[in-house]
């Protein structure tokens, strides 16, 4: 004996009444397979899976709950009382599985249908893992059909068509186990057990077409894989089902509701009906199908099925923005409104009465009369003594009153009733929308104040952000229609140069996509060979000559090349000088350039000694003043100069050009002390010397072309009669010739290098250092010259040779 | 003591400091007060090359803690330093105590060891420099280098003059690129030079170019 | 004040002039009026390789001061270092600097730590780093390869005052496969440069690594103040060969005795 409750007021009465005791309302409609065909599978998601709308783990489940529920599993305690909620959350996962009974419910060949759960799953297991966390893996599988065909509990309680008509409850399932448990407790669950057998099995349209109920499944089909709603899309785009313009409206349910009215009695005096199933589907019936006895129209609909203000602006947005066909959306609507309208459409009714019979509801929910007999001869033998027990036997009155007053949302009624809220209408009492279910709505405006709002090219079409603006779409919009490609063939006119030009265009594209490693230019051996060669040859032969060679006689330039020459006016100038008169030498070249500067100076210093001038010794390098003693010790030890006595060392003189300068201005202060801590200036030829310029003469000796210049640019130019010569290396040469040819002159001589050191002890003809060094310097620059040309004609070649092949190699690709 | 210089005031000096060194070197007037300003900076040029050798020693005394390949060096860098310094001061010393110069040891470590590693360092430069002459044309083979190659062979050639085997031709040659071609691309370059150094001084004066930091 | 003097006071006037004319003319500096300058365009190159590969530049700055004419050499490596660091301030490694003068090692780090701080590298360990390397040319010079020697130095910048030595450092990167960008105000110094490093820097480019490198509009006036005054010289030249070919030098004679 089960009560059946009025879908009006929500209060159980026994069977046998046709009319509700308490509000007088008809309790026709009654049975599930009836309430299955009125309400597409989705509405019956729509309700059965309120709770996943996140289903992302327990947590947030807990979340969702917390969110939606101003108390804790307000929401639970609705659909299950306290009473039951204990036995629901006494149900583990673990017991779905080993439920033995459950394992034999269901035969496998019905379980072979059972793809039709897939399209509710993600595919990608990423996403699925995000459904069900792992902890529910349990639960999940046992909901999957690989995993039916096994040893799952669920996979035997459900045939292939029930499951593929648990779109909706799966989620709910497998949610979490939590909510599983609430959902079905253990007793209860043993009723299903005992009861399910006797559901009609074989009646449910194994046929069935998703793209019937694809067309606009609202929020529920937003949860869904977008995948499997694309195809969805696909299919109704290949087969139009639901289109009411061509007549195939989806009112097949009513033929359906009249056939159903007639075996009505049956269905309640069979006594195999499970109660539970009466219950959990009056309680859709209570929503959907009750309604559908009378006379329902829009404007009895209930609150919570009704469009609010609210909802009639996210539907008109949503039209707006193409969230769906409106077309279709919109005469649905009036279909399920008006049910003049619909029978108007009697072309219209037959269609979509053929589409939903190729719809597959679950056999627990799907309460076909025709089938009732028969499936109650399948009760397998394990679950025969579960029989008689009622699952989800809710009496409370509020239980209903809750589910179906005023807990559901408007925006779920929204999307719920857009195809099946025809049967609904004006028997269900009409109920404020709670506050906290406003709360949760889509909000169709972005809050976003990022500015990302402005961004409403693109809306959320799937889940709990449906309808929301600028939400990242976590997969493509559009999925390649392969399908749709290989009907539909390009009619394109390819000529051969066309082909060329696909052909060279792929293989520039795959050429791009190679990884092409970064060519490091690898160091040339043969330069490294190259480099060795020339060290080692020049070694050999300069070392060779100094070592083995000798002299070579050379002759003086004639004279008319030695008046014109710096090296001639500086040794008649030095020759001028006589005994005691103050000469400053500055030594400013590097260490390095020793052995080139005392070859070159070597004669001059010699010249300056002879005619016994008083040297004095001042460098801008750090180095300079060792350089000046070692200089002399070296080069000059005949003369055996002493300092203080003969020439003094006034040590470094810091600051360049600046100190240079600050030099020629006051010697005396700017360097007081000489090079080893005594008084400069207390020297007798140094006593009258107050600035540079009473110096007799001022040598400089540099291998750097800059301070070559330093000295005559800024000490030059302030010398009246005092007579600025150099000796410098042969580099510096070119650069110091101007001002020596310049007129009038800022530079009186110089020597440069080892050929004008040569010249230099012709003119004095006292053979020195540049007379010992000529044949070993001569033979370097031969060796050289012949190395460089040697190698750069080698070089050149290789370069030749280099270029033609990359150019023939550029030819050739 | 940490002193810092905001910005304003750095900038403030060293503008002023330059301006006035600039014009002292066009105005006999104020030749004094650039002569002090020169004076101070040579002095602070030397406490520079000591601020220098400090970095220098607290460099390589980091690279020889690490895992530093070249450590080894720096263990090497550090010892020559110091043992210099040492020496530097020892002499300094015996000079002062006995009223004359003494500088043997700085004079050795210069002669036998500073002298001829720079020197050598100078010999393998000649090796470098010709394998750089040699390899030009690998590097680039346009017009210039190849003018280059062919004035390089030209130059060293009017060098050698060795009576029985000189050229005489070739001394006229070179005589003629060092004073002519070589001159002339040489002005061309100092002057260019000498343009980029005065507009490198006007921004340093005028505060657009701060080296001394911000 | 003398002939030189007066000159001199000219001629930076001018330029002073002519400068802050440039410069406020070219509201909007387009740097493709300039005309291009390969080493410079090399250096805006590695810059972006040493921050795709995770490597570092290595600037050598020579050894110059700042107290005689290679300070404009000195000051321009300084300046060039200054739009490196910023420009590469993205690099996991900063660059690395060496100098072989006190002063220039000084200012560097002060550079370094100025730029640094304006730019907001917060991680102290990403400042680049400026050693003086050696007080003499070849002790920097030898001082100098290990760094070119490194394998994370990607490039190698060396612009300021070098000698002959820098031909070391050239050949040092050659033999690593790094690029060289190398530039000097030394003549003889630049004819090794030209032999020897892939980009070099000849006379007065040197002097432009501010312009080319972003550094400012004031960079650009100086470059079009230096062309004015480019072309004032050659006019001048080609006049006194015109005056000394008609015979008419005495009055220059005579301004030059008294100039120089």
């Known amino acids: 004996m089960t009560d059946i409750l009025c879908p009006t007021c929500g209060r159980s009465n026994s069977d046998d009444q046709e009319s509700c005791e308490f509000c007088g309302s008809p309790l026709g409609f009654d049975d599930f397979s009836l309430r299955n065909d009125l309400l597409p599978p989705e509405e019956l998601d729509a309700l059965g899976s309120l709770p996943p709308v996140e289903p992302d783990d327990s947590s947030r489940l807990d979340d969702f709950f917390q969110s939606i529920e101003p108390e804790a599993s307000s929401l639970r305690n609705d659909f299950f009382p306290p009473d039951e909620n204990d036995d629901h959350d006494s149900l583990e996962p673990s017991e779905l599985h080993d439920s033995s009974p459950l394992k034999d419910f269901s035969s496998s060949e019905e379980i072979g249908d059972q793809d039709s759960i897939q399209p509710t799953e993600p595919e990608a297991s990423s996403l699925r893992n995000d459904f069900f966390p792992p902890d529910e893996d349990d639960v999940r599988d046992s909901l999957e059909p690989s995993e039916l065909h096994d040893s799952s509990p669920l996979k035997d309680f459900s045939s292939s068509e029930e499951i593929g008509d648990q779109d909706s409850i799966q989620p709910t399932e497998s949610d979490d186990p939590s909510l599983l448990n609430d959902f079905f407790s253990s007793e209860e669950i043993d009723n299903q057990i005992s009861i399910q057998p006797t559901e009609p099995l074989d009646d449910a349209e194994p046929d069935l077409e998703p793209a019937s109920f694809s067309e606009d499944s609202g929020w529920l089909d937003m949860l869904q894989d977008p995948d499997s709603t694309a195809d969805e899309d696909r299919e109704s785009e290949v087969v139009p089902v639901s289109p009411p313009l061509e007549g195939k409206s989806g009112t097949d349910w009513l033929e359906k509701i009249k056939r159903l009215n007639k075996s009505r009695d049956e269905v309640d005096d069979d006594s195999s009906f499970p109660d539970w199933l009466s219950v959990t589907g009056k309680t859709e019936v209570g929503q959907k199908a009750k309604p559908e006895e009378s006379d329902a129209t829009a404007d009895e609909l209930p609150d919570w099925l009704q469009m609010d203000g609210d909802d009639e602006k996210l539907n008109e947005f949503l039209q707006k923005k193409d969230l769906y066909d409106s077309d279709i959306k919109l005469e649905d609507s009036e279909e399920t409104i008006s049910e003049e309208k619909i029978e108007e459409k009697e072309t219209t009714q037959i269609s979509i009465e053929e589409s939903v019979e190729h719809k597959k509801f679950p056999s627990w929910a799907a309460d076909d009369v025709s089938t009732s007999a028969k499936d109650a001869q399948d009760i397998p033998e394990e679950l025969r003594f579960l029989a008689g027990v009622d699952p989800f036997q809710i009496e409370e009155e509020e239980f209903y009153d809750d589910l179906f007053s005023e807990e559901l949302p408007s925006w779920l009624t929204t999307a719920s009733g857009e195809e099946g809220t025809l049967v609904i209408e004006d028997e269900i009492s009409p109920g404020d929308l709670p506050g906290w279910v406003e709360a949760m709505r889509p909000v169709v405006e972005s809050m976003d104040s990022t500015g990302l709002s402005e961004d409403e090219d693109y809306i959320e079409n799937y889940g709990p952000l449906a309808g929301i603006p600028s939400v990242l779409p976590a997969e493509a919009e559009f999925a390649p229609d392969t399908e749709h490609a290989a009907r539909k063939p390009l009619d394109l006119t390819a000529t051969k140069s066309h082909q060329e030009y696909v052909n060279l ?309 | 003591m940490n002193i810092k210089l905001r910005a304003p005031v750095s900038a403030a000096i060293a503008i002023g400091v330059g301006v006035v060194v600039l014009a002292g070197y ?22 520079a090359l000591l601020v220098g050798i400090i970095n220098l020693l607290s460099v390589h005394f980091k690279k020889m803690g690490s895992d530093n390949e070249n450590s080894g060096y720096s263990l090497i860098l550090v010892i020559a330093l110091l043992l210099t310094l040492v020496v530097g001061i020892i002499d300094m010393v015996q000079s002062y105590m006995l009223g004359q110069p003494n500088f043997q040891m700085t004079n050795w470590i210069f002669t036998y060891i500073q002298l001829p590693i720079e020197t050598s360092l100078l010999a393998v430069i000649a090796v470098s420099l010709t394998y750089a002459a040699a390899s030009i044309l690998r590097k680039r083979m346009d017009l210039f280098s190849i003018t280059f190659f062919f004035v390089i062979l030209l130059v060293l050639l009017g060098s050698f003059s060795i009576p029985s085997a000189t050229l005489p031709f070739l001394h006229v040659i070179r005589d003629w690129i060092v004073r002519v071609p070589a001159l002339g691309g040489a002005r061309g370059l100092l002057i260019g030079i000498a343009l980029g150094t005065i507009t490198t001084g006007i921004r340093i004066l005028m505060g657009t170019d701060r080296p001394y930091g911000d | 004040m003398s002939a030189t003097g007066f000159t001199g006071i000219v001629v930076i006037v001018l330029f002073l002039g002519l400068m802050i004319f440039f410069s406020i003319i ?99 360990g990403k400042n680049p780093s400026g050693e003086l390397v050696g007080v003499t040319p070849f002790s920097y010079a030898a001082g100098t390869l290990t760094t070119i020697r490194d394998k994370n130095v990607s490039a190698n910048i060396h612009t300021g005052w070098f000698g002959s030595e820098i031909t070391w450092l050239t050949t040092a990167g050659e033999r690593q496969s790094t690029p060289t960008i190398a530039g000097t105000a030394q003549l003889p110094a630049q004819a090794v440069i030209y032999a020897s490093a892939s980009d070099p820097l000849i006379g007065e480019e040197l002097y432009a690594g501010g312009a080319y490198l972003g550094a400012g509009k004031i960079h650009l006036a100086s470059i079009s103040a230096q062309d004015i005054f480019r072309w004032i010289i050659i006019f001048i030249i080609l006049g006194s060969v015109l005056l000394k070919f008609l015979g008419i030098d005495t009055f220059f004679e005579y301004i030059l005795a008294g100039s120089m």
């Open chain 1, 505 to 813: 265009l792929r293989k520039l594209i795959g050429e791009e996509k190679k990884v092409k490693p970064i060519k490091k230019a690898a160091p040339v051996q043969t330069q490294r060979i190259l480099r060795w060669l020339i060290a080692i040859i020049l070694i050999i032969t300069i070392g060779g000559t100094i070592i083995f060679g000798g002299t070579v006689d050379t002759q003086l330039p004639p004279e008319g090349q030695i008046n014109n020459s710096g090296y001639g006016a500086l040794y008649n100038q030095i020759d001028e000088l006589y005994d005691g008169q103050p000469v400053l030498i500055a030594f400013d070249y590097q260490p390095a350039a020793t052995a080139e500067m005392h070859i070159a100076a070597a004669a001059v210093v010699d010249h300056l000694m002879e005619q016994g001038t008083y040297l004095s010794f001042v460098s801008t390098q750090p180095t300079g003043p060792v350089l000046a003693e070692f200089f002399l010790t070296s080069t000059q030890e005949k003369h055996a100069y002493k300092h203080n006595q003969q020439y003094i060392n006034l040590g470094y003189l810091p600051g360049e050009s600046a100190g240079l300068v600050s030099f020629m201005i006051a010697p005396k202060k700017i360097i007081p002390l000489a090079f080893d801590g005594s008084n400069a200036w207390e020297s007798p030829p140094l006593t009258k010397v107050d600035s540079i310029g009473d110096f007799a003469m001022i040598l400089v000796i540099t291998d750097d072309p800059n301070t070559a210049k330093i000295w005559i640019e800024q000490v030059g130019t302030h010398l009246e009669n005092t007579p600025l010569n150099m000796v410098v290396s042969a580099q510096v040469e070119p650069l110091i010739q101007p001002y020596f040819r310049a007129s009038p002159q800022l530079l009186s001589g110089y020597v440069s290098g080892v050929i004008h050191g040569l010249n230099y002890e012709h003119l004095r003809e006292q053979p020195n250092l540049a007379n010992a060094a000529w044949l070993p310097f001569n033979i370097g620059i031969f060796i050289t010259v012949g190395t460089i040309f040697i190698g750069g004609l080698a070089n050149g070649v290789f370069s030749l040779f280099s270029r033609h092949r990359a150019g023939l190699i550029g030819e050739i690709k």
């Open chain 3, 26 to 124: 070219n509201q909007e500096p387009k740097q493709k009026n300039i005309r291009p300058i390969p080493a410079y365009d090399k250096i805006n190159q590695e810059i972006n390789v040493s921050v795709e590969d995770g490597t570092q530049l290595h600037i050598s700055l020579g050894r110059g001061g700042i107290t005689g004419p290679e300070s404009a050499a000195a000051l321009a490596g300084l300046s060039i270092l200054k739009q490196v660091i910023e420009k590469s301030s993205v690099c996991d490694y900063p660059p690395v600097v060496s100098t072989g003068n006190a002063v220039i090692s000084i200012l560097a780090q002060d550079t370094i730590q100025g730029t640094s701080k304006a730019i907001s590298v917060a991680d102290k």
């Open chain 2, 26 to 47: 066009f105005i006999p007037s104020i030749t004094n007060i650039r002569f002090a300003l020169l004076r101070t900076g040579l002095v602070l040029a030397a406490v």
